[in-house]
């Protein structure tokens, strides 16, 4: 099975920025669809961001024009740019494919927006 590794994260003020960064035991960024999630206190995991093998990418509403995902296929990482956030970007963000069957999930890293 695939393991991630999820990090990057931290407190930061609204308005600023943080890129996170997913590592993968073995390289499937080249042939899979991934994903950026976040889980916020209280709420569902949610899908905010997805790029293709191709390299498309999709983004929810909340977050289109502030983040952008990208991938490198040689560090077989996948990163999550994040500008302008706001104190309702605070989540703990994981990545996983975007496929109808996810692989497991890793610890996540935690993004905290406050002044």
């Known amino acids: 099975q695939v393991q991630f590794v999820e990090s990057g994260g931290g407190l930061v003020q609204p308005g600023g920025s943080l890129r996170l960064s997913c590592a993968a035991s073995v390289n499937i960024f080249s042939i899979y669809p991934m994903g950026w999630y976040r889980q916020a206190p209280g709420k569902q995991r949610e899908l905010v961001a997805s790029i293709t093998s191709a390299g498309s990418t999709n983004y929810v509403a909340s977050v289109k024009g502030r983040f952008t995902i990208s991938r490198d296929n040689v560090k077989n990482t996948v990163y999550l740019q994040m500008n302008s956030l706001k104190p309702e970007d605070t989540a703990v963000y994981y990545c996983?494919?975007?496929?109808?069957?996810?692989?497991?999930w890793g610890q996540g890293t935690q993004v905290t927006v406050s002044k």
């Open positions: 996983n494919n975007n496929l109808i069957s996810r692989d497991p």
